[in-house]
């Protein structure tokens, strides 16, 4: 079985400081990860993923996540967060010994970044 | 180019009628996805569309709700008897194919509400 926790239902940073939100997994095998983000009224865009190599991912729109295999997480970065990353961040894993290609989401992890 | 749409963007129906609900993926997707949102909550996945292969459905949550795909175009998800429980926002995703690393691209959802 796969899953995936969110830790905070909420994130609220001052705009021009680092930005993190939390993500860790659990999966029998290796993990595929991803972390995805949505605007109000929106479908989710993609930001970035891990799937084999550099432990440090980098993204879209600045972000970065960090695989780190003995904890388990795959925590979201930014080192300088905007008004406009205000949004719901999903983080999702899938399990790549899993039979088919379903991604088990987060329960979402709202950011307010304040002016 | 185009990405995933879906119609209609918004749905009021009556417990008890059924609805249906389109997927268009990205041309020349192999892999369709469907899955579910509820207020405040994270994806719940449905069901799995993998080009010619069987889909696989062990996320309908119930035999109320079934889909079909035909080819690698359209989809359509169906909920009969629809109840107030199944009031949220569906969203369809698409990839080029059916490898596990593949980014899933969504849709903007249907948000659907039963009255």
């Known amino acids: 079985a796969q899953s995936v926790a969110q830790p905070e239902d909420q994130v609220n940073v001052a705009e021009g400081n680092p930005l993190t939100v939390k993500c860790t997994y659990s999966?029998?095998?290796?993990?595929?990860l991803f972390w995805y983000v949505q605007y109000p009224n929106r479908g989710l865009q993609f930001l970035l993923k891990?799937?084999?190599?550099?432990?440090l991912v980098k993204g879209s729109y600045g972000f970065e996540a960090e695989f780190n295999k003995s904890q388990t997480s795959f925590h979201l970065k930014k080192p300088s967060a905007l008004v406009s990353d205000s949004a719901l961040y999903f983080c999702a894993v899938r399990d790549i010994r899993a039979a088919g290609n379903k991604l088990t989401f987060g329960g979402g992890t709202r950011v307010l970044v304040k002016p | 180019g185009a990405g995933v749409s879906q119609s209609p963007s918004n749905k009021v129906t009556e417990k008890g009628k059924d609805v249906e609900l389109r997927c268009d993926p990205i041309s020349g997707h192999t892999a369709l996805y469907w899955y579910r949102q509820r207020l405040g909550q994270g994806l719940e996945f449905l069901i799995y569309f993998q080009g010619n292969s069987a889909p696989d459905k062990s996320g309908l949550p119930s035999d109320r709700f079934s889909a079909e795909r035909t080819g690698e175009s359209v989809s359509t998800l169906t909920i009969q008897r629809t109840q107030q429980e199944d009031s949220a926002v569906y969203l369809c995703?698409?990839?080029?194919?059916?490898?596990?690393?593949?980014?899933?691209?969504f849709g903007p959802g249907t948000r659907l509400l039963v009255l």
């Open positions: 891990y799937i084999t190599g550099d432990n």
């Open positions: 995703a698409s990839t080029p194919n059916t490898g596990g690393t593949e980014t899933q691209y």
């Open positions: 999966v029998s095998g290796n993990p595929y």
